[in-house]
């Protein structure tokens, strides 16, 4: 098996946490060759710390002086569709973290660039490669008629995990002028999106974009589609949202939100008659917390539950394995670019939907 030249960009947290020691253990898929940060602290520490001798502020520079197979986009969201871009037009597959982009322009730009290269574009959906989340997808005409579904996430923010848990550096040597142009260009990128809204519905479509995406991407591929939006609503500006997601047949609620509790709590349920499916997530800040499948069946007097946890290995590692198989194959990814907009066109809905209900937006 030939390992993939691989060059990340983007050496922050999820970078060093996650992607960083995955690539480190699957030796005989990849081989870190370049890394890729504005930052010089995190160029040295990542540098030194896995023996890349190419290192780079400048994605164009590195995608251009250096011989990759692929790459990974792990930088600031505003950024993700010119890497992805850049990186397809020097023939390069891209496996690019969730959200692939921000505005319907970069999505088209996106497709067309890998229409033009013929290389693979995979968003980075690692819940949807977890063994128990697939198992459910098998698993689901089991429940008979779907009456319900319950899609929640409601988390502590990622740094009340990782702190006690995993040495993390956040540099201070990012130029201000980069973090304002960072923001400015977030901001256009939204009102590309939605028009001209309220801040508090850019920061709604923003958390869509993040940690929705997880949850709204798994809730197609197990279900389909959505046929609409029925109601939505967000508070504490934008950092709650609760939305009624209509299906032929039934209603699925999807409820997500940020706190300080120190806790991880992402479920997707689906709910027949008499037996039900819950897939549950942990933290993936703490590798190889297990994804689990819990059934719930009730047969004349007797309820009976089981608990699946097929492996202990993270998700993200699965999705690692899945992008070398693919790019080797030539097979097309599940979570590629128009996957993706499928999940962009339900974030807009949502926000519409916010927006029609409370007529002070």
């Known amino acids: 098996m030939t390992a993939l030249r691989v060059g990340v960009v983007g050496l922050g947290e999820v970078a060093q946490v996650v992607h960083l020691p995955i690539l480190e253990q699957l030796p005989e898929l990849y081989e870190l060759s370049a890394v890729c940060d504005i930052s010089p602290t995190l160029l040295k520490l990542v540098g030194d710390r896995y023996g890349v001798e190419q290192r780079y502020a400048d994605f164009e520079e590195m995608v251009a002086d250096t011989s990759l197979d692929c790459v990974l986009v792990l930088n600031s969201d505003e950024y993700h569709s010119d890497c992805v871009v850049t990186a397809l037009d020097h023939g390069l597959h891209v496996l690019v973290e969730k959200p692939m982009c921000l505005s319907p322009r970069e999505a088209e730009r996106i497709i067309e660039a890998r229409d033009r290269s013929g290389c693979q574009v995979m968003v980075g959906y690692m819940r949807r490669f977890a063994p128990a989340f697939e198992q459910a997808v098998r698993r689901l005409p089991e429940i008979g008629p779907i009456r319900y579904v319950r899609v929640h996430d409601i988390i502590g923010r990622n740094q009340l995990m990782i702190d006690p848990t995993t040495r993390v550096v956040r540099p201070d040597d990012i130029p201000r002028a980069a973090m304002e142009e960072r923001w400015a260009r977030g901001g256009a990128l939204v009102r590309e999106a939605l028009g001209d809204v309220p801040d508090v519905l850019g920061g709604t479509y923003r958390l869509l974009c993040g940690l929705g995406s997880h949850d709204l991407s798994a809730m197609r591929e197990l279900l389909g589609r959505p046929r609409g939006v029925a109601a939505a609503r967000q508070w504490r ?25 120190r806790r991880f709590d992402a479920h997707l349920e689906v709910f027949g008659e008499t037996s039900s499916l819950r897939v549950q997530y942990d933290t993936p800040y703490i590798r190889h917390l297990p994804t689990t499948l819990v059934l719930d069946r009730t047969e004349g007097d007797g309820y009976e539950r089981t608990v699946v946890r097929p492996d202990l290995t993270d998700p993200y590692t699965h999705e690692l394995q899945y992008f070398h198989a693919h790019v080797r194959s030539g097979e097309p990814v599940k979570t590629g670019p128009e996957d993706y907009v499928q999940d962009m066109e339900l974030f807009t809905e949502i926000v519409a939907a916010i927006r029609a209900g409370d007529p002070s937006l």
């Open 237 to 261: 500006n934008g950092g709650y949202i609760v939305a009624m997601l209509e299906y032929d047949g039934y209603l699925a609620t999807y409820e997500t939100g940020v706190d300080e509790q």
